[in-house]
C-alpha cells in the first residue's frame, strides 16, 4: 500500500535570513536507493529536533532528514525568529488562556528552548544565533492598550515575571511615539531563523545524521515495509517521522483538522549612519503586537542580519497548500511600507530589500499533530504559529514516541489533537473573511 503525495511545497520571496546566512546548498541531494533506521521528513524545526532527540538516544542509529527545498529556505528559515517562552495563544484577543493550560503550555515551551541552547551550546552555534532577550508585547492604541495590561494581569496571575511599559518607554526602546505602551517578559530567546536551522543541520552532520536537501518525497510506501519514494531513488526506513507542519495534509493525514495561513513580511536595507542616527532609540529589540492580528517588528543589527535594519510583519491570509502570489506579496510590500512610515516618518527614504511568505499551520483548539498515524508513521505537525517553540517540542515528542519512550516527562497531561475544520471550499474563504474583519479591527496596530 502507498500514498501519493498530492502536493510539493513551494515559497515566494527569498527571505532576507537566508539570504544572510550561507545562502549556498550545504547538502547533498538523495542520487540512489538508501535505507535506513529513522527517516525524518522535513527539516524544520521540528524534523531536526527529532533527529537530535533520536541521535542523543540511538547514537549507533542511521538517521536520514529528507528536505524538499535546501535547508532554511522553506517556513523554518521565514518567520520572525521569536521562540516565546510564555503563554501565546493566536487564538485569544491577548494571548491569555486558561491557568492550567498555560501552565503546561510554558512548561513545554521552556524544556523546547531548553533543547534549542543544549543544541547550540554542543555544535557551537555563531555567537548571536540565539540572544535570551525577552519581547515586548506592545501596542499602538487604547484599544489593544487595555489587551496588553489584561494579558499582563494574566501573567501576573500565572506568577510569571513581566514589566508594563509606556508610551515613553517605548519611544526610547523603539525611537518610535507610535506605541502607546506594552508589556516586556523576559524569557524569550531571540534567533536568526535561517541561521539557527542551518547551524543545527550542520550540527547533525557532524554527529553522523544524513541530512539530504532538494529532495522532495512523491510517495510513501507502507507495505510491505516503510519507504519513501523521490525522483532520484527509495529510502527504506524501519521507522519514519513527518515533520512537514501543514503540509503533512498532502501526505493524506489531518485532512480536516488543519488551517495554513500565510504571513508576509519584508526587511529594510541596512540603515546609513544618518538613519540610524535618526531612528534613535536601542540598538536592537523585539515586538509582537498586543493585538495579535498587528505588526510584529524587530530591530536587528550585525553581520547574521546584513547589517542594522527594521523587520516588519503584518498580514494574513489563507491561502490552503499553494504558495502566495506574487500579487499578495507585491500588496504586503506595500502596507509594510505605509507601516513603517507610520512608526518612522523621519526614515522616509529608506527602502525594504528584501520581502517574502511564510506559513503557518493552525487548529482551531491549539492541538497538535504529534501522534503514529501508520504502523511505524509518527507525524510532528501543527505548531499553532509557534514554529520554533512548538515545532521544537513537538519534535521532541514524536522521537519518544518513535522510540516507544514514556512521554510523561515531556507531556504529563498528555496532549490534544487537532479538532475537525469544514472541507477546504467553505474554510479557505471562511478564514480570509475573519482575516480580514480582524485587520479591520486591528487597523491602527498594522
Not at 169 to 193: C, E, F, K, N
Not at 358 to 366: D, F, I, K, P, V
Request: one cysteine or more; hydrophobic letters at 40%.
Amino acid at each position: 500500500m502507498s500514498a501519493v503525495v498530492t502536493a510539493l511545497p513551494g515559497e515566494t520571496g527569498l527571505s532576507a535570513w537566508d539570504a544572510c546566512f550561507r545562502p549556498q546548498r550545504l547538502f547533498p541531494s538523495l542520487e540512489r536507493d538508501e535505507s535506513c533506521d529513522f527517516l525524518v521528513i522535513g527539516a524544520g524545526y521540528a524534523g531536526l529536533s527529532a533527529a537530535r532527540a533520536l541521535r542523543l538516544d540511538q547514537p549507533g542509529a542511521r538517521i536520514i532528514v529528507l528536505e524538499a527545498l535546501r535547508v532554511g529556505q522553506g517556513a523554518a528559515g521565514r518567520n520572525a525568529g521569536f521562540m516565546i517562552d510564555v503563554t501565546h495563544d493566536l487564538g485569544s484577543d491577548d494571548y491569555a488562556g486558561e491557568a492550567h493550560a498555560d501552565r503546561q503550555t510554558m512548561r513545554e515551551n521552556r524544556l523546547a528552548i531548553d533543547f534549542a541552547l543544549a543544541a547550540a551550546a554542543d555544535y557551537d552555534f555563531e555567537q548571536g544565533i540565539m540572544v535570551r532577550s525577552g519581547k515586548i508585547n506592545a501596542a499602538c492604541s487604547e484599544r489593544s492598550l487595555a489587551l496588553a495590561r489584561r494579558y499582563a494581569a494574566h501573567l501576573r496571575k500565572l506568577g510569571e515575571p513581566c514589566t508594563e511599559l509606556d508610551g515613553d518607554d517605548l519611544a526610547r526602546i523603539t525611537g518610535s511615539p507610535y506605541y502607546t505602551g506594552g508589556v516586556h517578559t523576559p524569557g524569550t530567546v531571540m534567533i536568526q531563523p535561517a541561521a539557527y536551522i542551518k547551524s543545527l543541520a550542520l550540527g547533525l552532520w557532524r554527529d553522523g545524521v544524513r541530512v539530504l536537501e532538494c529532495t522532495p518525497v512523491l510517495a510513501l510506501e507502507y507495505v510491505p515495509g516503510l519507504a519513501a519514494r523521490t525522483a532520484a531513488g527509495t529510502i527504506r526506513a524501519g521507522r519514519i517521522i513527518l515533520a512537514t507542519n501543514g503540509h503533512v495534509r498532502a501526505f493524506g493525514h489531518y485532512r480536516r483538522q488543519l488551517m495554513d495561513i500565510t504571513t508576509f513580511a519584508s526587511i529594510t536595507a541596512p540603515l546609513s549612519a544618518g538613519q540610524a542616527r535618526a531612528l534613535g532609540g536601542e540598538a536592537a529589540w523585539s515586538l509582537t503586537p498586543a493585538a495579535p492580528h498587528g505588526s510584529t517588528v524587530r530591530r536587528v543589527r550585525g553581520a547574521l542580519y546584513g547589517g542594522d535594519r527594521l523587520f516588519f510583519r503584518s498580514l494574513f491570509k489563507a491561502t490552503g497548500l499553494g504558495a502566495a502570489s506574487a500579487r499578495l506579496l507585491a500588496r504586503a510590500q506595500r502596507e509594510h511600507r505605509i507601516g513603517i512610515q507610520r512608526r518612522y516618518p523621519v526614515l522616509k527614504d529608506v527602502t525594504l530589500s528584501h520581502s517574502w511568505a511564510g506559513r503557518l499551520c493552525l487548529s482551531t483548539n491549539a492541538g497538535s499533530a504529534v501522534a503514529e498515524v501508520e504502523t511505524g508513521v509518527v507525524t510532528a505537525c501543527c505548531q499553532n504559529g509557534l514554529g520554533t517553540v512548538r515545532g521544537t517540542f513537538n519534535g521532541m515528542l514524536a522521537a519518544r514516541i518513535t522510540l516507544g519512550l514514556p512521554t510523561d516527562g515531556l507531556a504529563p497531561g498528555g496532549w490534544r489533537q487537532p479538532a475537525r475544520v469544514p472541507p477546504q471550499p467553505l474554510l479557505r474563504p471562511a478564514l480570509n473573511a475573519y482575516l480580514s474583519w480582524k485587520r479591520h479591527e486591528d487597523a491602527h496596530e498594522c
